[in-house]
């Protein structure tokens, strides 16, 4: 059974930082290009940042410079680190594994919120 299970979110200040687990399990981690979602109220869902297996990474453009994608296949493992954080980044953050057998896997989400 695949799951993926975020953590690291919260409620942070505007121009904080936070950074977002995802633990895989059920699937061969290390080869399957995996990313980051995030949707936030009202809006569509839309990828944050992707790492293919190899490490090679991509952003939404409107995030470039501020957010920063990495993995550990030793542990099985992405995350997202999120610096100088704005109001519009509050959204749920979802975890995805892209292309495995039964297709792309979503973990259930976890809160950022950006407030003062």
């Known amino acids: 059974q695949v799951q993926l299970v975020e953590a690291g979110g919260g409620l942070v200040q505007p121009g904080g930082f936070l950074r977002l687990s995802c633990a895989a399990s059920?699937?061969?981690?290390?080869?399957?290009?995996m990313g980051w979602d995030r949707q936030a109220p009202g809006k569509q869902r839309e990828l944050v940042a992707g790492?293919?297996?190899?490490?090679?990474?991509e952003y939404a453009d409107s995030l470039k410079g501020r957010f920063t994608i990495s993995r550990d296949n030793a542990k099985n493992t992405i995350y997202l680190q999120m610096n100088s954080l704005k109001p519009e980044d509050t959204a749920v953050y979802y975890c995805?594994?892209?292309?495995?057998?039964?297709?792309?896997?979503w973990g259930q989400g976890t809160q950022v919120t950006v407030s003062s």
């Open positions: 059920g699937i061969r981690f290390s080869i399957y290009r």
């Open positions: 790492i293919t297996s190899s490490g090679s990474t």
């Open positions: 995805v594994a892209f292309g495995t057998s039964i297709g792309n896997v």
